[in-house]
């Protein structure tokens, strides 16, 4: 017997299976564009360089990256450091114990304070020769500055984007250097005498201090590139320029402290002076003299070239010596002393920015 199958069955099975499949077909293609819809929203909402701002980073990616590197792992050694000089503190019983008991069991660890404040030092050199020297001159030695004048985008725009990325790393860096070697050395900042603060080892490398003289040698270095328009000489001039900067900035910085004094009571020939209890054992001294009942001050080597106690007494009354002064500067004034000379080095760096988009720009090409 033949099995006979209608038409009309046919037809209604051969639509109903197309209905199926263009379903499906449709469902999963739509499912396919909306899931590459929502990829391409998503890598779109992704913060991203462009333009004037990549162009620039891409150029100078390099050192970019090599300062952040420089930079992460400086701050993971000096966290190591910190965890070693707390275990040591722990162990030896600090504060109750007096750290200048301590002896040569302390050594290690004013080893790695200076051996890292030695790098910190020279951060602001390094960073002017080798970062803001180059920055612009390679560019005008090498044709690249009149490339860009060339293009669409002005000039203003161009050094804007230059000073202002180079600025941001600068910055990042510098901040949080200062920030994490601040927080290694405070557990004995205000009890071991044998630190100086102001000394330029901590007093440069803490607070807003390395910021602003990194930012001063950079954006010295970026003019003294515009100027003489050759990268070597301008490296050259840039270190000159950079080591005078942080030698004036040492003899100028300890102005910025208001100078307190200290008397103490009467002295006797050959005793050693003691000062009273008011001033901090980690105070700057900036002098110490003999002191007369009128006031007058004398040098301490005053009366010690006689040859006999008989003779320094009679030679201290007659210059009617009663007591001695301290002159120094507490270190609970370092950090308005860092805010007022940084504020001052800012001033000037915004000076040469100011003087590079009046003038320089004009030798942008």
Same mark, same amino acid.
């Given at each position: 017997?033949?099995?006979?199958?209608?038409?009309?069955?046919?037809?209604?099975?051969?639509?109903?299976?197309?209905?199926?499949?263009?379903?499906?077909?449709?469902?999963?293609? !739509?499912?396919?564009?909306?899931?590459?819809? =929502?990829?391409?929203? *998503?890598?779109?909402?992704?913060? !991203?360089?462009?333009?004037?701002?990549?162009?620039?980073?891409?150029?100078?990616?390099?050192?970019?990256?090599?300062?952040?590197?420089?930079?992460?792992?400086?701050?993971?050694?000096?966290? &190591?450091?910190?965890?070693?000089?707390?275990?040591?503190?722990?162990? &030896?019983?600090?504060?109750?114990?007096?750290?200048?008991?301590?002896?040569? !069991?302390?050594?290690?660890?004013?080893?790695? %304070?200076?051996?890292?404040?030695?790098?910190?030092?020279?951060?602001?050199?390094?960073?002017?020769?080798?970062?803001?020297?180059?920055?612009?001159?390679?560019?005008? *030695?090498?044709?690249?500055?009149?490339?860009?004048?060339?293009?669409?985008?002005?000039?203003?725009?161009?050094?804007? /984007?230059?000073?202002?990325? =180079?600025?941001?790393?600068?910055?990042?860096? =510098?901040?949080?250097?200062?920030?994490?070697?601040?927080?290694?050395?405070?557990?004995?900042?205000?009890? &071991?005498?044998?630190?100086?603060?102001?000394?330029? *080892?901590?007093?440069?490398?803490?607070?807003?201090?390395?910021?602003?003289?990194?930012?001063?040698?950079?954006?010295?270095?970026?003019?003294?590139?515009?100027?003489?328009?050759?990268?070597?000489?301008?490296?050259?001039? /840039? +270190?000159?320029?950079?080591?005078?900067?942080?030698?004036?900035?040492? #003899?100028?910085?300890?102005?910025?402290?208001?100078?307190?004094?200290? =008397?103490?009571?009467?002295?006797?020939?050959?005793?050693?002076?003691?000062?009273?209890?008011?001033?901090?054992?980690?105070?700057?001294?900036?002098?110490?003299? &003999?002191?007369?009942?009128?006031?007058?001050?004398?040098?301490?080597?005053?009366?010690?070239?006689?040859?006999?106690? $008989? $003779?320094?007494?009679?030679?201290?009354?007659?210059?009617?010596?009663?007591?001695?002064?301290?002159? #120094?500067?507490?270190?609970?004034?370092?950090?308005?002393?860092?805010?007022?000379?940084?504020?001052? +080095?800012?001033?000037?760096?915004?000076?040469?920015?100011? %003087?590079?988009?009046?003038?320089? !720009?004009?030798?942008?090409?």
């Amino acid at each position: 017997m033949s099995t006979f199958t209608s038409p009309s069955a046919n037809g209604k099975n051969g639509t109903t299976n197309r209905t199926m499949n263009g379903t499906k077909n449709g469902t999963k293609n !739509r499912a396919r564009h909306g899931s590459g819809n =929502t990829r391409t929203t *998503e890598a779109a909402r992704r913060p !991203r360089l462009s333009g004037m701002t990549w162009l620039v980073w891409r150029q100078h990616r390099a050192a970019f990256w090599t300062i952040l590197a420089a930079t992460v792992l400086c701050v993971a050694w000096m966290v &190591y450091q910190r965890g070693q000089l707390m275990d040591f503190l722990d162990s &030896y019983g600090f504060p109750a114990k007096n750290l200048d008991d301590a002896g040569k !069991r302390f050594d290690p660890y004013i080893g790695a %304070f200076s051996s890292v404040t030695t790098g910190l030092t020279a951060i602001p050199v390094i960073l002017g020769v080798l970062l803001g020297a180059p920055l612009l001159a390679g560019d005008l *030695e090498n044709g690249t500055a009149k490339l860009i004048a060339a293009q669409s985008v002005s000039r203003n725009r161009w050094l804007a /984007t230059k000073l202002a990325l =180079t600025g941001l790393v600068v910055v990042v860096s =510098t901040v949080t250097l200062s920030a994490v070697f601040a927080w290694w050395w405070n557990p004995i900042k205000l009890d &071991y005498v044998d630190i100086d603060w102001s000394s330029r *080892e901590f007093f440069n490398t803490t607070g807003p201090v390395p910021v602003a003289l990194s930012l001063l040698c950079v954006f010295g270095g970026v003019l003294i590139g515009v100027i003489l328009r050759r990268t070597l000489v301008a490296m050259v001039v /840039t +270190l000159g320029f950079a080591v005078a900067v942080q030698t004036v900035w040492g #003899y100028f910085k300890l102005s910025l402290g208001d100078i307190v004094t200290a =008397t103490t009571k009467p002295v006797s020939p050959g005793t050693p002076i003691t000062f009273p209890s008011s001033v901090p054992r980690t105070a700057h001294v900036l002098d110490t003299s &003999y002191v007369s009942g009128s006031g007058k001050h004398f040098d301490l080597t005053t009366c010690t070239d006689t040859l006999s106690e $008989a $003779a320094t007494t009679s030679c201290m009354k007659k210059a009617d010596i009663v007591g001695a002064s301290i002159d #120094y500067i507490p270190i609970s004034q370092m950090s308005s002393m860092q805010w007022l000379g940084a504020s001052i +080095l800012f001033a000037l760096t915004a000076g040469i920015v100011a %003087f590079l988009f009046i003038w320089g !720009r004009k030798r942008l090409v």
